[in-house]
């Protein structure tokens, strides 16, 4: 796709990110620095910031929890016998065709 296929709005969201000049041409994009040693955190410090963010996790409460099982166990039953019908379906109409 080249530039003559963006429409105004493209371009103007375009230059807003650094990926055109004011000219309207691409800009070269900047390598990615890389990670050293002093970027990593330790597996201490990964295990307390998971440990943070999933305390902000909204937990549903047990009585969500079993009507959405039983909702899914119903759906996977009734997709179950559909597919398990057609394909009992199908095996009688290619068993007429083969015999």
Known sequence: MSLDDLNREQ???LK???ALNDQGAP????????RTAEDRVGPAQYL???RDEMRK???PKWPEVRR????????????????GG???LF??????LYD
């Open 57 to 59: 996790v909204a937990w």
């Open 11 to 13: 371009k103007r969201s």
């Open 48 to 50: 307390r910031e998971v």
């Open 91 to 96: 095996g009688v109409f290619s068993s007429w």
């Open 27 to 34: 800009t070269r994009a900047q390598p990615q620095a890389r």
């Open 86 to 88: 057609l394909d009992s």
């Open 68 to 83: 959405f099982s039983i909702i899914v166990g119903i759906t996977v039953v009734l997709y179950t016998a559909y597919v």
């Open 16 to 18: 807003r990110m650094g």
